[in-house]
């Protein structure tokens, strides 16, 4: 069975960094694409980043130049490394394998607060 589990969430100050990581399980990681979503208090998921089995890579314009994803496919695990956080960027932050109808993790609150 496939899973994914997120880690590395917390509360950080404007300006802050932090590194989220994905650890996935099962089968045909190393053939997926793979993404992080953010949901905010009272709003939708949104797409955040996306990187391909390939290793090419997207992101919303909001984060462009602030946020890095990236994959260790002989560990099993995506990153997304956020960097100069803003207080909008606080969210459950979710990685995704297959799009909204695939496989999710719990989820890892990210709190950028003063």
């Known amino acids: 069975q496939e899973q994914l589990v997120e880690s590395g969430g917390g509360l950080v100050q404007p300006g802050g960094s932090l590194r989220l990581s994905c650890a996935a399980s099962?089968?045909?990681?190393?053939?997926?694409?793979m993404d992080w979503y953010r949901q905010a208090p009272g709003k939708s998921r949104i797409w955040v980043a996306r990187?391909?089995?390939?290793?090419?890579?997207g992101y919303t314009t909001s984060v462009k130049g602030r946020f890095t994803i990236s994959r260790d496919n002989a560990k099993n695990m995506v990153y997304l490394q956020m960097n100069s956080l803003k207080p909008e960027d606080t969210a459950v932050y979710y990685c995704n394998k297959g799009g909204f109808n695939g496989v999710w993790g719990q989820g890892t609150q990210v709190t950028v607060s003063s």
């Open positions: 099962g089968s045909g990681f190393t053939r997926s694409d």
């Open positions: 990187i391909s089995r390939d290793g090419f890579t």
